[in-house]
């Protein structure tokens, strides 16, 4: 289970490509690796190391000085595509990526983020060049993200405010997912249980009922 979700300030790691797929996020020969704590260094892994396994000259911008610790990842139009695969968010989850933002997100990216403690953040496109305005005159600017009252804090004080669907909002701020929800549901369900009749067992082989 993840930690549950908190507030938290970081500086920003900027990435404006767009339509950034998931094969670019982790290729795929790495699906077969199962420990999420070794998926940092295959993230991006194609954009930041020759075959050979050195960094990329000039490197990528995870790997430029001063990139390493950052939680928030800002990021170009259509964050996500491609097919369906976890390790996608595993990997950011690996590196340190907390939140990601975008104007846009692909559903099955937004939704296995959601469920893996990374937070998608979608934003208007005026906003979402005012940020990348925001860190390219200052590489070192920090953003406060508070998932509780939905809104990114700037350094100015102002605040942009996000949408995030409420459901997944509690999961993330209970650290749980849809199993431990409803297994913290189970003595509800337990009581409920023994205030209601067996059901009829509809099994083929399932005896008749009297």
Known sequence: MPEPYRNFASKVVPLPAENVDTDQVVPARYLKITDKAGLADVLFRDWRFEEDGSLKDPPFVLDRPGMKGRAILLVGDNFGTGSSREHAPWA?????VRAVISTGFADIFRN????NGVLPIAI?????????ELVGADPDAELR??????GILLPDGTTID????????LMLLRGTDEIG????KLPAIEAWE???????????DAPAAS
């Open 92 to 96: 950011l989850e690996a590196w340190g």
């Open 112 to 115: 296995n983020a959601l469920k």
């Open 124 to 132: 208007d496109p005026i906003t979402h060049a005012r940020l990348f």
């Open 145 to 150: 993200v508070d998932l509780a009252e939905q």
């Open 162 to 169: 996000f949408d995030v669907d409420p459901f997944a909002k």
């Open 181 to 184: 929800y409803v297994l913290d």
């Open 194 to 204: 023994a205030t209601h009749p067996a059901r009829v067992d509809t099994r083929e």
